[in-house]
């Protein structure tokens, strides 16, 4: 665990100490992801992450849940917990500019439970037990909640593949994240200056997130997208299999903003 705060306490430097790096990683990069501490491997992916979030962004942007600053003796007041995960979660805003998507506002660096430790915790494996269901049946719902047009979705999982397809959503997603860099910077050329890779990933994977974003976009403009990263994909040698389930799928993924949203209770 060490190694997390050694990253932690430095990365106020980060910015002049990367500045190559600054160069290459953007705003856009930044992915919701999680590390296991206990990892060598994925403690330095997490460092290397953590430098090149603070080379793009002020300190001001960034929030951690437990307290990184240093005592009388120059040491962390605290540490992240063992046991415990490391998770980099991005935070963004609405555009107010119509078309122009979501704006990244922040970054939130949590310690959080790991799943063994739920686990080996009393009343872990019921609380996981809980969490599956209440997820599985929430598959259930939406692939058979109707659209606004009276359509049903489809798509209603049965097999315990098909129930597990979204849980492995992040294998599929690295390729996705490999790519999507090189496209942002193609899309923010084209004139979508505020593209986001979420938004992106929520535009492939979805028409009706891609409607409900950029609505001057033609449907078929995504596709050619998709189409376009699933070759270089191939070309890299990477697995483009999530590419092809979202053209096969995108036309039924929900994707629903609500017409009203009900404040008079905050009054």
């Known amino acids: 665990m060490n190694d997390a705060t050694v990253t932690t306490e ?58 990184t600053s240093k005592d009388e003796n120059g040491q962390p007041k605290e540490r992240p917990q063992p046991g415990f995960d490391l998770a980099v979660i991005p935070l963004y805003k609405r ?6 998507g979501n704006i990244l506002t922040k970054v939130f660096i949590a310690q959080i439970p790991s799943p063994q430790l739920v686990l080996n915790a009393e009343g872990g494996a019921e609380f996981v037990t809980r969490m599956l269901r209440d997820t599985f049946a929430s598959r259930i719902a939406y692939s058979v909640r109707p659209k606004k047009d009276g359509s049903i979705p489809g798509n209603t999982p049965k097999t315990l593949e098909q129930f597990m397809t979204e849980l492995r959503r992040g294998e599929g997603l690295s390729t996705f994240s490999k790519l999507a860099p090189k496209m942002i910077k193609t899309l923010k050329e084209q004139g979508l200056k505020l593209i986001t890779v979420p938004v992106l990933r929520q535009c492939l994977s979805s028409s009706a997130a891609a409607e409900s974003h950029f609505r001057r976009l033609k ?3 995504w596709v050619s997208v998709i189409n376009i990263m699933r ?28 017409d009203e949203i009900d404040l008079s209770g905050l009054a």
């Not at 555009?95 to 122009?100: H, I, V």
């Not at 070759?231 to 799928?249: E, G, Q």
């Open 95 to 100: 555009s107010e500019k119509e078309g122009e």
């Open 231 to 258: 070759k270089w994909a191939v070309a890299a040698s990477l697995d483009p299999k999530i590419f092809d389930d979202w053209l096969a799928t995108r036309d039924q993924a929900t994707f629903e903003v609500p």
């Open 10 to 67: 430095n990365a106020t430097s980060a910015t002049s100490a990367n500045a190559e790096t600054a160069t290459k990683f953007t705003r856009d990069d930044i992915e919701t992801s999680y590390f296991d501490p206990r990892d060598p491997q994925q403690i330095a992916a997490f460092n290397t992450l953590h430098r090149n979030i603070h080379s793009v962004m002020s300190p001001s942007e960034i929030e951690y849940n437990w307290d």
């Open 219 to 221: 449907q078929s403009t």
